[in-house]
């Protein structure tokens, strides 16, 4: 199934983003949270495709095994990272005779040891080129990226970030996928800009439920995303409080999430971190009547 097929169809899209871990403990437990989230009818899964393409064999694995084994749709996340065209194309290849057919194209975030991000040698600089690539190569898929509610971390005026986002819709982009983000105020500001500037693809908001106080602090300073004050004084009323914490984080992501859809959001991302509960709790809230 490709994506942008599944959304407006049967209500709200809902998908589920893991990540690849990295010991076989980790692995089993993924497992376990896969098979608890499957119960909710996720529209579609997703992994991502780790720093410097460092999980590059895993995501590929992940996303087969799945959709293949375990019957859920899946979308490989792919960054432009450490890679050069040929190795990006024979990720592409693989996907393909995976019968795998939605792509999350990204540019990726520059290893830790470089302070800005460096085009590959006869890589992509920028998530735009990625998407024009697999659009040229003419592969099949249904291709997503990523948008910046509040700007992207590099690029702060908001306006010049539609722009570029622009950019990477006219390059064949299906849908975009938000970066995290608490105030629905910026989801819909971005929306309304997007749309100003001639962005006509469904903009699915991206969604983590708080569930460590400090963990969130880190994201959040990495990402360039706002904690409204409000929030954070409630949270760090309760910081040690782990048990707290998760409450205060559930019952936000649920307003969230209600007043998204209400006000016409084509449906929720949400990043799980390979965690169950607060995804669960948050589902079944939405869906209590
Ligand atoms: C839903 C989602 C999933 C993600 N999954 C992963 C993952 O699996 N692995 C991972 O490593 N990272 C992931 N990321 C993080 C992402 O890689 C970083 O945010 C990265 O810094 C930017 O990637 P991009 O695809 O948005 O880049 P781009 O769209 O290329 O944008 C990068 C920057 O360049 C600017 N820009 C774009 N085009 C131009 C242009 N033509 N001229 C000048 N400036 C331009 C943009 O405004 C922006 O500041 C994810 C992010 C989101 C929102």
Redesign the pocket.
Known sequence: MRIPDAIGRNGPLYSF?F?PPKTPQGEENLYRVIDSLRQLHPTFVSV????GGSTREKTVELVCRIKHDIGIETMA?L?C?GADQAEIDAVLRRLTAAGIENV??????PPRDQPT?VRPANGFG???ELVGFIRRQGYPFAIG????PEG????RDRE??IR??K??VDAGLDFV???LFFDNEDYFAFVDRARTHGITVPLVP?IMPITNFGQIERFTAM?GARIPDALRARLAAVAGDDAAVRRIGIDHATVQCRDLLARGAPGI?FYTLNQSPATRAIFERLHAH
Do not use: M, P, W
């Open positions: 983003e990540f991502t495709y780790g720093a996340h960054t990272v999350l194209a990204l540019r990726g975030d991000f920028f998530a735009s990226g990523a948008g910046y992207h971390v590099e690029c010049q970030d570029n986002l950019l990477k996928i938000t970066q991206g990402c991302h």
